[in-house]
């Protein structure tokens, strides 16, 4: 099952044996709930710009799972702030979380995501990344990626980084002929197809028409 939605804020529940692959565009402020059944799986690309979102995701049994993506565009007419809290309440269970932001001029963006693991549960594995790519010049970051871990069998990780483009790549790239401009765009583009690569129900013209969205969102900023 697959969901391609703008600015909807509706629960979603995952139902029991269930597969869902969901795409969320937000460009204004919203809370948003997500629940998962026993032997569920969820696919869950969020992409924002000039938003405030705030997500909660919270599995209902055991052997369930999820992977998330955030794709977030910022610049100083774009400010974006946002939450994310994962808890995994039952053993057997899995969270993968990747949030990328791209900092363009004037950037504002306050971040707070976390995952929670519950006490006396097992076999539970967790991860949170964030990658914050700087485009540009005076830029407002804060930023809190927190693991709460209250049992000892799991498997956990998060990190946080913050990073210009490759200085090296961009240089091959411009001295193959393409300009600043290009090349950075064919760097930005590496991170987006990793997030879009996670999206295996949508067909290549959905999957395209997610790209051109994407391609906007950047071409307003």
């Known amino acids: ?9 509706q629960p979603v529940s995952v139902s029991s044996g269930q597969r869902l692959e969901l795409v969320d ?10 629940e ?8 869950y690309l969020v992409i924002g710009s000039d938003a405030d979102i705030h997500i909660d995701l ?8 999820c992977t998330l993506f955030a794709l977030f565009f910022s610049d100083a ?19 993968n979380v990747e949030l990328i932001s791209f900092l363009y001029d004037g950037a504002q963006i306050h971040i707070d995501w976390s995952i929670d693991i519950w006490k006396n549960i097992d076999q ?9 790519v700087v485009l540009g010049q005076n830029i407002s970051l804060k930023t809190l990626p927190q693991l709460n871990v209250a049992s000892a069998q799991v498997r956990a990780s998060h990190g946080a980084n913050l990073d210009r483009l490759d200085e090296q790549k961009l240089f091959y790239m411009m001295s193959r002929g393409l300009t600043q401009q290009q090349s950075q765009q064919l760097l930005v583009d590496g991170y987006i197809n990793l997030a879009l690569a996670s999206l295996s129900e949508f067909s290549e013209d959905e999957v395209a028409d997610i790209r051109e969205k994407l391609n906007m969102l950047q071409n307003k900023i």
């Open 25 to 34: 565009i937000f460009s204004g402020p919203g809370k948003k709930s997500i």
């Open 36 to 43: 998962l059944d026993a032997h569920s799986s969820l696919t």
């Open 58 to 65: 919270v599995t209902r049994w055991s052997a369930c799972s």
């Open 77 to 95: 007419k774009r400010p974006l702030t946002g939450s994310l809290k994962v808890s995994l309440n039952h053993s057997h269970t899995s969270a």
């Open 1 to 9: 099952m697959k969901l391609l939605q703008n600015n909807i804020f």
């Open 124 to 132: 539970v594995h967790a991860r949170l990344l964030e990658q914050n």
